[in-house]
């Protein structure tokens, strides 16, 4: 008799989701085919080296934090933890444009945030009491907005709730999801300045989140087929029988698994009937190549901007990167428009002068993440589907967390979970 062969896993999708997944699998030893449709990993986590700027830039700046429990266990994985950046200590610098003011937002150690007593770190000109409106937030029902929760106006929403909900969400506080800021909330600020340290790839997110993790999976004898796009999954019976490739068909055999880890537009057309989140709004990054670093090398700046075009800039060697999310704005403003609009936001937050707008590369992301309302949330699937051996994650599959980085891999995590138990109920059977 043949020897029977080990069943396998099919991960479809070789971003942040579909990596973690396959890095978890193949810790466990099991053999892995990773399909990618474009030539190289990441998805819209991804760095590329700009020719005009002639250097590696990011397809946007992608601000992580200390608590992210699971990004940490995903670069432990791929001995990786070593490459991010970041501040000692949890401060959040920010400029205000019209004023000029500065300050900082530093939450202070422990999970009492006795801090809030001393007005250096908070928001100026807000009262301890403002800040009871995170109780709102961490209460509120599933339908509720971010503003039902914190109102929109007064110098606590302008200077945090705003600008953090749109960072976070990518959506404007009067559509937002208070419920997918709760968990952030949580695991970040509600647990002190150890949990809320910001931090980014330390060179590119490529070297820092992708590369090492093809690198750790080829090592283990993963298959990984770029350029490879999955367009359709032959069923029968409630199982998958075959993936349907551009030019092929991958047949699986009995106790195969697939993790299909593609955005949801993707996914909508490779599994008929599933119902995913609509995409929300675009994020437009701006990177400027400056004629002179303005931070040590290995080093970074983020500062945080409240009034202007611009809403987070970031500096790195001679690279200085404007993000700016819930960008629906901007969508057809041309390149130039925006580079100018920018440019005296980063002069500002970096204080470089009148130093003249260097070059720079505009770089709209249009379907960045889902919309990250409460209409949009209900409509996430589980990882788990009908079909016995399909699991679904991306970062708009219920994970409970924003499209985010953390909540790309947690599913990545999740889906290769149950995988394994997957499998051994196959083999029980
Ligand atoms: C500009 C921008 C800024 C962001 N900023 C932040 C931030 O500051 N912090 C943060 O935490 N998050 C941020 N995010 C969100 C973060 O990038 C995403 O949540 C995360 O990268 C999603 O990973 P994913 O694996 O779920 O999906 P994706 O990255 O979309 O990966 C899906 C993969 O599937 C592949 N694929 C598609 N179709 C097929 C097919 N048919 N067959 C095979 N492969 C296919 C794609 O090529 C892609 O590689 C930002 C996103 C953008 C775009």
Redesign the pocket.
């Known amino acids: 008799m043949a020897p029977r062969l080990s069943p396998k896993v099919h991960v479809?999708?070789?971003?942040?989701?579909?990596l973690a997944a396959a890095v978890r699998l193949s810790g466990a030893g099991l053999p892995i085919t990773l399909?990618?449709?474009?030539p190289r990993?990441?998805?819209?986590?991804r760095s590329y080296h700009d020719p005009q700027l002639d250097a590696v830039i990011d397809?946007?700046?992608?601000?992580?934090l200390s608590g992210n429990h699971a990004i940490m266990a995903y670069l432990k994985a791929i001995g990786a933890s070593d490459r991010l950046a970041g501040p000692s200590d949890a401060a959040f610098p920010f400029v205000d444009v019209a004023t000029g003011a500065r300050w900082s937002l530093r939450p202070g150690a422990g999970v009492i945030p006795w801090w809030l007593l001393d007005p250096a770190r908070r928001v100026p000109n807000t009262s301890v009491w403002q800040y009871l409106s995170v109780a709102r937030v961490m209460s509120a029902g599933g339908s509720a907005t971010m503003t039902a929760c914190v109102g929109s106006s007064g110098e606590l929403y302008r200077n945090f709730w705003e600008p953090l909900t749109v960072a976070v969400l990518n959506t404007a506080p009067g559509q937002a999801s208070a419920g997918l800021m709760r968990p952030v909330l949580r695991e970040t600020f509600l647990k002190g300045a150890e949990a809320c340290r910001p931090l980014v790839a330390r060179d590119s997110l490529a070297a820092t989140l992708v590369d090492p993790a093809v690198e750790t999976l080829t090592r283990a004898g993963t298959t990984i087929r770029f350029g490879?796009?999955?367009?359709a999954l032959t069923v029968a019976n409630q199982t998958i029988t075959a993936l349907e490739a551009d030019e092929e068909s991958v047949p699986l055999a009995a106790g195969d698994v697939v993790i299909l880890?593609?955005?949801p537009w993707?996914a909508e057309t490779?599994v008929p009937g599933l119902s995913a989140p609509p995409p929300g709004e675009p994020?437009v990054?701006v990177h400027y190549r400056l004629p002179r670093a303005v931070v040590a090398p290995g080093d970074v700046r983020i500062i945080g901007v409240v009034g202007g075009a611009a809403q987070w800039v970031f500096a790195r060697g001679e690279i200085a990167s404007v993000?700016i999310s819930a960008a629906r704005d901007l969508a057809d403003t041309p390149a130039e428009e925006i580079i100018a609009r920018c440019w005296p936001d980063v002069a500002l937050a970096l204080e470089l002068g009148d130093m003249p707008v260097p070059a720079a590369r505009v770089v709209k992301?249009r379907r960045?993440?889902f919309a990250q309302t409460p209409e949009a949330a209900r409509l996430r699937p589980r990882c788990r589907t009908a079909v016995t051996n399909l699991l679904l994650a991306?970062?708009?599959t219920d994970t409970g967390l924003p499209?985010?980085?953390?909540?790309?891999v947690r599913?990545g995590f999740t889906a290769a979970d149950e995988t394994l138990r997957t499998m051994s109920a196959h083999k029980a059977a």
């Open positions: 479809i999708g070789a971003g942040l989701a579909g399909y990618e449709a474009s990993a990441g998805g819209r986590c397809n946007g700046n992608h601000l992580m490879t796009r999955i367009r880890a593609v955005p993707v490779i994020i990054n993000t992301e960045a993440t991306g970062d708009w499209a985010t980085i953390e909540g790309a599913s």
